[in-house]
Each structure stands twice: as structure tokens, then as C-alpha cells.
């Protein structure tokens, strides 16, 4: 618990730091390193050798750094797809059927939903400038969406969690965690929207208290499709990078599935 806490507020600093230093135009690029890690770990989950795992990483990052590059496929586009893929997800997660369908699905599969995903969030996040001249606050303020919903979901569920969301992906999740990192994500949005209205360019503020609230149990479906992932490969953790936290993709797990939605429903609402 200390060590998760005092990590937290170490990745905090860290990213406020940046944030506060770092122009959107050298910001953007830190997606980059971000998937780098991430593919990293899935790979190294996957057992595979030190010598594919680089190959395999590099590829999408050529991928992520032309679009980037504003040589890939047009933003709404990777909008709309990465939040169909999560749909899908969605509904297999209503019906029950995630676990079946990874112990059911050849495992390069998994791999192209790994790659897909994470990629088409981290392209998202590097496009934010076209929302907003304040590109660096409206991320900020996107990024913090979901990580207040973990947050608070995390306590919620620690102190008042008895009904359990997803027993077969993930032990420890619960309605009551649902609800209290819900309930955090609304009224970070509402303080958001009242301390830093610039940020939010050509988003209205409706626009983004709507994101957050469904950002908010989308991102817990990215939680429990990768705490499924882990049990399917038998990996209590990602990696190790972060302690008490596990791995970048344990931190980032609730990003890939909400920044699509997010970043959609900003350009089609507003």
C-alpha cells in the first residue's frame, strides 16, 4: 500500500513536471517510449526471446512515428476504430465471454489487439494539438480523467467492496469500486472544467464532463481485459518497472481503452 502510494505520487511529479516543461511539440513524441514499454512487456509476457521482442517492438513504433509524422491514417478515423474494437470488448464483457474467447482465440490474436490498441491511444494522445491550442492541459486533463477513476476505484474498492465486477478476469475488482472511481472522474471533470476552461479549446465543457463519465467504466474495461490477459498467461504483473504499481501497462491499461472514446466524442460533439 505505502509503496503504491509513494510511486503515485512519484509518476505524478514526474508528470506534471514534464507537463510544465515541455511544449506539445517535444511532448508528443513521449508516446514513443511509452509504447516502446508497454510492447516490451507484452512481449515478454508473451516468453518471447530478447531479440523478437526488439524486432516486434520496433515495427509499430515506425507505424506510430509516421502518423505522428502526420504520414498515418486521419485522427477521427483511429477515433472510431479503437472504440469499436472496445465495444466489442464491451459487449463480450457483458455477456461474459472474455476469458472463453482468450482461452478460445490462437494467441496472435491477442498480440494484434495488444499492438492495435495501444497503438491507435498512444496516436490519439500525440493528436490532442488538434483540439486545442493548449493541447499540453487538455491531455493533462484527459490523462487525469482516468487515472483519478483508478484511484479512486482502487479506495472505493478497498473500503467498500463486496460485490465482485469480474470474478473470472480479476479478483479484486468490484461494482463499489466502479461507482467510486465513476463518482471521482465526474468531479475531477467538474473541477477541471471550473479551474482550467481554456484547455479545453474546441471542446465544450458538456463535451468533456460527458468524456469523463464514460471514460470513466471504459476504463475499467481496459483494466480487466488486461488482468485477463495476465491470468490467461499466467503473470501476476506486466513488468516490474513501477513497484506496487507492476508494469507501464498496468498503469496504462485504463488509457488504451478510454482515449479513443474520449478523443471522439470531443471531435463529434463538439
Given at each position: 500500500?505505502?509503496?503504491?502510494?509513494?510511486?503515485?505520487?512519484?509518476?505524478?511529479?514526474?508528470?506534471l513536471?514534464?507537463?510544465?516543461?515541455?511544449?506539445?511539440?517535444?511532448?508528443?513524441?513521449?508516446?514513443?517510449?511509452?509504447?516502446?514499454?508497454?510492447?516490451?512487456?507484452?512481449?515478454?509476457?508473451?516468453t518471447?526471446?530478447?531479440?523478437?521482442r526488439?524486432?516486434?517492438c520496433?515495427?509499430?513504433?515506425?507505424?506510430?512515428?509516421?502518423?505522428?509524422l502526420?504520414?498515418?491514417?486521419?485522427?477521427?478515423?483511429?477515433?472510431?476504430?479503437?472504440?469499436?474494437?472496445?465495444?466489442?470488448?464491451?459487449?463480450?464483457?457483458?455477456?461474459?465471454?472474455?476469458?472463453?474467447?482468450?482461452?478460445?482465440?490462437?494467441?496472435?490474436t491477442?498480440?494484434?489487439?495488444?499492438?492495435?490498441?495501444?497503438?491507435?491511444?498512444?496516436?490519439?494522445?500525440?493528436?490532442?494539438?488538434?483540439?486545442?491550442q493548449?493541447?499540453?492541459?487538455?491531455?493533462?486533463?484527459?490523462?487525469?480523467?482516468?487515472?483519478?477513476?483508478?484511484?479512486?476505484?482502487?479506495?472505493?474498492?478497498?473500503?467498500?467492496?463486496?460485490?465482485?465486477?469480474?470474478a473470472?478476469?480479476?479478483p479484486?475488482?468490484?461494482?463499489?469500486?466502479?461507482?467510486?472511481?465513476?463518482?471521482a472522474?465526474?468531479?475531477?471533470?467538474l473541477?477541471w472544467i471550473?479551474?482550467a476552461?481554456?484547455?479545453?479549446?474546441?471542446v465544450?465543457p458538456?463535451?468533456?464532463?460527458l468524456?469523463?463519465?464514460?471514460?470513466?467504466?471504459v476504463?475499467?474495461?481496459?483494466?480487466?481485459?488486461?488482468?485477463?490477459?495476465?491470468?490467461?498467461?499466467?503473470?501476476?504483473?506486466?513488468?516490474?518497472?513501477?513497484?506496487?504499481?507492476?508494469?507501464?501497462?498496468?498503469?496504462?491499461d485504463?488509457?488504451?481503452?478510454?482515449?479513443?472514446?474520449?478523443?471522439?466524442?470531443?471531435?463529434?460533439?463538439?
Open positions: 500500500m505505502i509503496q503504491r502510494v509513494l510511486t503515485g505520487i512519484a509518476l505524478v511529479a514526474v508528470v513536471l514534464s507537463f510544465s516543461i515541455l511544449t506539445f511539440d517535444v511532448l508528443r513524441w513521449v508516446a514513443l517510449p511509452i509504447m516502446a514499454l508497454v510492447l516490451w512487456e507484452w512481449w515478454g509476457l508473451r518471447m526471446a530478447w531479440w523478437w526488439v524486432v516486434l520496433f515495427l509499430p513504433l515506425i507505424l506510430l512515428a509516421l502518423q505522428i502526420g504520414y498515418g491514417m486521419a485522427a477521427p478515423i483511429l477515433a472510431l476504430l479503437g472504440s469499436l474494437v472496445w465495444a466489442g470488448a464491451g459487449l463480450l464483457m457483458v455477456t461474459g465471454r472474455v476469458a472463453r474467447t482468450m482461452a478460445a482465440t490462437p494467441r496472435w491477442h498480440d494484434i489487439f495488444v499492438v492495435a490498441t495501444v497503438g491507435i491511444a498512444m496516436a490519439l494522445m500525440a493528436e490532442m494539438s488538434l483540439l486545442s493548449q493541447a499540453n492541459g487538455l491531455l493533462l486533463g484527459t490523462m487525469a480523467v482516468v487515472w483519478l477513476a483508478d484511484s479512486g476505484a482502487y479506495f472505493a474498492g478497498r473500503r467498500y467492496g463486496r460485490h465482485l465486477l469480474a473470472a478476469l480479476s479484486k475488482k468490484t461494482w463499489e469500486g466502479l461507482w467510486g472511481g465513476w463518482v472522474a465526474v468531479l475531477f471533470a473541477v471550473g479551474v476552461p481554456d484547455t479545453l479549446g474546441s465544450s458538456m463535451t468533456f464532463l468524456a469523463a463519465a464514460l471514460a470513466a467504466p476504463s475499467v474495461l481496459g483494466d480487466l481485459v488486461e488482468s485477463g490477459f495476465k491470468r490467461h498467461y499466467q503473470v501476476k504483473d506486466s513488468g516490474g518497472l513501477l513497484p506496487g504499481h507492476g508494469g507501464v501497462y498496468d498503469r496504462v485504463g488509457l488504451v481503452a478510454a482515449i479513443p472514446l474520449q478523443w471522439g466524442l470531443y471531435v463529434w460533439l463538439s
